[in-house]
T-cell receptor
Framework: GNSVTQMEGPVTLSEEAFLTINCTYTATGYPSLFWYVQYPGEGLQLLLKATKADDKGSNKGFEATYRKETTSFHLEKGSVQVSDSAVYFCALSESTGANNLFFGTGTRLTVIP | NAGVMQNPRHLVRRRGQEARLRCSPMKGHSHVYWYRQLPEEGLKFMVYLQKENIIDESGMPKERFSAEFPKEGPSILRIQQVVRGDSAAYFC???????????FGSGTRLTVV
């Protein structure tokens, strides 16, 4: 079956620190992988995605590389800002359509000045 | 262009009461998806609807839960005779087509006391 295991939070970092949020997955086929972000009081927003092995998704300074050999899709950012404080969700989909998304539990990130 | 609107944001119900959660999709979106996030778990797919039709309800509990998306008005997720285990965050997403980009709402947090 499909599942996503995500690094437990909460994570608290100082501004300009390096961020890594780990995500590993189990899938029966060749999924697409996603990171969603939920800012306080808002809906989930797609942050970045990768659709095949070795693809790197990037957006707003965040990056994640689809690693088939380790079944991982870790989220990284070189220098976090206070405005990055949010909950981050890793997800996979083996086919298109929002009815086929499998999510991790979410990791709450708090960045302090 | 307003995003996906969910209301209420917070809902408290006593055991045995009914809960009605509303989701107004983005303008031009005719596909709606409901997800549930139980405490300490990831979002899990419940049901996928198109106007007046249920397309996929494979994630819906067999009893007490129902969903509709009428020709006019918002999509409604209805939970009858709520129990404490129904306490969760319920998220709605909408898309213009079955395989096109989808947008999430900010969720309804249901607490059953």
């Amino acid at each position: 079956g499909n599942s996503v295991t995500q690094m437990e939070g909460p994570v608290t970092l100082s501004e300009e620190a390096f961020l890594t949020i780990n995500c590993t997955y189990t899938a029966t086929g060749y999924p697409s992988l996603f990171w969603y972000v939920q800012y306080p009081g808002e809906g989930l927003q797609l942050l970045l995605k990768a659709t095949k092995a070795d693809d790197k998704g990037s957006n707003k300074g965040f990056e994640a590389t689809y690693r088939k050999e380790t079944t991982s899709f870790h989220l990284e950012k070189g220098s976090v800002q206070v405005s990055d404080s949010a909950v981050y969700f890793c997800a996979l989909s083996e086919s298109t359509g929002a009815n086929n998304l499998f999510f991790g539990t979410g990791t709450r990130l708090t960045v302090i000045p | 262009n307003a995003g996906v609107m969910q209301n209420p944001r917070h809902l408290v119900r006593r055991r045995g009461q009914e809960a009605r959660l509303r989701c107004s999709p983005m303008k031009g979106h005719s596909h709606v998806y409901w997800y549930r996030q139980l405490p300490e778990e990831g979002l899990k797919f419940m049901v996928y609807l198109q106007k007046e039709n249920i397309i996929d309800e494979s994630g819906m509990p067999k009893e007490r839960f129902s969903a509709e998306f009428p020709k006019e008005g918002p999509s409604i997720l209805r939970i009858q005779q709520v129990v404490r285990g129904d306490s969760a965050a319920y998220f709605c997403a909408s898309s213009p087509g079955p395989q096109e980009g989808y947008t999430f709402g900010s969720g309804t947090r249901l607490t059953v006391v």
